[in-house]
């Protein structure tokens, strides 16, 4: 599976010139987490010391609008979602905010080590060179642009999860309710599939499962997390067979059960 940050003065993309608008970082109010925007003198060092010297041009676009974030406790982070936030003029109070949302939850090898610090970008977080090879390749603009534009942007840590399975910060977004969501959701639909293994035919299920599947996107997190595990089962029955969709509910329900609370 796969949860933010960065900001600077003058940029150019191809022929196109920007002016770059104030980047706004909020301090972390969560205990052992630190951020670092563009506006501190050594910012430009740090990001260096994460994804080295060779910075693709699509990549240092975003670094106006990007921050590190990096982790001081004596924990692993597990998951993070840093908020963005903007206003299109300049006395406005800043709203209509988003952000990304990051997990690593039983993967220990991919989680924010204790004294690690990341980069994060509104599409990305990055924790090495190798992070840096879709840039490389030309990919990475994205909303670039929405950026660009506003005439002020701001930028929090909002939560993160803890390798303990505990959640901290604003949640102002609700991840925790997404977090959760991302859990549960599909060994619910496993649950499901294997009991109605032993009661219901095979058509049965798979139009159990498409009645999940057109649920509509957005909205509550669990009933769209269901939607798409069901979405992912039925590709998974169509390209190999019932017994693979079995299989696949099983794996599902196999795995560790992350500890998620608050």
Do not use: C
């Not at 630190?34 to 050594?42: F, K, N, Q, R």
């Not at 490389?136 to 660009?148: S, V």
């Amino acid at each position: 599976m796969a949860p933010t940050f960065v900001l600077v003065a003058a940029l150019t993309v191809g022929l196109t010139s920007y002016a770059q608008p104030p980047l706004i970082v909020q301090p972390s109010t969560i205990a052992g987490i630190s951020i670092v925007g563009p506006e501190s003198p050594g910012f430009a060092a740090i990001v260096s010391q994460i994804v080295g010297t060779d910075q693709p041009g699509n990549f240092t676009a975003w670094l106006p609008y990007s921050v590190v974030v990096k982790n001081t406790s004596s924990q692993a982070l597990a998951g993070i979602m840093v908020a963005w936030t903007a206003a299109r003029e300049a006395s406005a109070p800043l709203g209509h905010g988003g952000g990304l949302r990051v997990q690593w939850f039983n993967q220990p090898a991919q989680q924010i080590q204790p004294g690690q610090s990341v980069v994060a970008l509104p599409l990305d977080v990055l924790m090495s060179a190798r992070d840096l090879k879709p840039f490389a390749q030309g990919r990475g603009m994205g909303n670039l642009p929405n950026f660009q534009e506003m005439q002020r942007n701001g930028v929090s840590v909002d939560g993160v999860v803890f390798a303990s399975g505990q959640f901290v910060g604003a949640d102002a977004y609700q991840e925790y309710e997404e977090f959760q969501a991302e859990i549960n959701a599909p060994r619910s639909v496993a649950t499901a599939v294997l009991e109605k293994k032993t009661t219901s035919p095979i058509s049965d299920i798979v139009s159990w499962l498409q009645t999940l599947a057109a649920k509509p996107r957005g909205g509550d997190f669990t009933v769209a997390r269901i939607a798409s595990e069901a979405r992912l089962m039925l590709t998974v029955y169509s390209k190999k067979g019932e017994a693979a969709l079995y299989s696949m509910a099983q794996d599902i329900l196999q795995r560790p059960v992350f500890p998620l609370h608050r």
